[in-house]
């Protein structure tokens, strides 16, 4: 399977514990994004990579949410100190640079957290 | 603020009828429109875009108009199959000097019954 990539697909935590998600892109896409889904909602913006560079952080990513894409490669989203409120999908998505314009992102299957 | 929306959260439809799911945006600054679809348990999908100059654009099975005097975009399935069956969001794509970012509206559900 070439698509995106995302571990685990499940996650459960209490609140106060630190969890950490893996994106692994399209191998050829340069661009890779974050976006966070409650349900019934369309996903929102968290932050996006181009190649290694964090471009763009959205206001919803607080302190306690990082994220890094060490080699160009896979990205990692991390959520310290975890709250109720931080029970969602966290979905991945990636796209060609020269397609990111029009907004065709493929997406992956997310990463489903529940703190309880 | 600036938002995109759906006006109807459900649409039922018998198979092989068309479907036709509507979307209010209020940024006029949008580049880009785009629908995604999302099925049960899976990440979205892209469907089609529709670049802010243009008012229509026909794919596969599928038409999005664009009217922008009303700020209303619209997609349009052709004989609705139950693979159909799925959650269809519509986004806006602005684009800036760091690049650019969807901003998606809630959501119409679409279900095709056989």
């Known amino acids: 399977d070439t698509g995106v990539s995302q571990d685990p697909r499940h996650k459960i935590t209490k609140r106060g514990q630190n969890v950490t998600f893996r994106c692994d892109p399209i191998?050829?896409?340069?661009?890779l994004y974050w976006y966070r889904q409650t349900l019934g909602q369309g996903p929102e913006f968290l932050t996006y990579f181009q190649n290694e560079a964090q471009l763009e952080k959205s206001r919803l990513l607080s302190d306690r949410f990082s994220a890094e894409r060490p080699k160009g490669s896979f990205s990692t989203l991390e959520i310290q100190r975890t709250e109720q409120g931080d029970s969602a999908m966290y979905l991945c998505?990636?796209?060609?640079?020269?397609?990111?314009?029009?907004?065709?992102?493929?997406f992956g299957e997310g990463s489903r957290l529940t703190v309880l | 603020g600036e938002s995109v929306g759906l006006h109807l959260p459900t649409l039922s439809v018998q198979e092989g009828d068309n479907s036709i799911i509507n979307c209010a945006y209020s940024n006029s600054a949008s580049d880009y429109f785009i629908w995604y679809k999302q099925e049960s348990g899976k990440g979205p999908q892209f469907i089609i875009d529709i670049r802010s100059n243009m008012d229509k654009r026909q794919g596969q099975r599928v038409t999005v108009l664009l009217n922008k005097t009303v700020k209303h975009l619209s997609l349009q399935i052709a004989a609705t199959q139950p693979g159909d069956s799925a959650v269809y969001f519509c986004a806006e794509n602005i684009l800036n000097n760091a690049g650019n970012m969807l901003t998606f509206g809630g959501g119409t559900r679409l279900m095709v019954k056989p």
């Open positions: 191998s050829e896409h340069n661009r």
């Open positions: 998505a990636s796209s060609l640079l020269r397609r990111a314009n029009t907004g065709e992102l493929f």
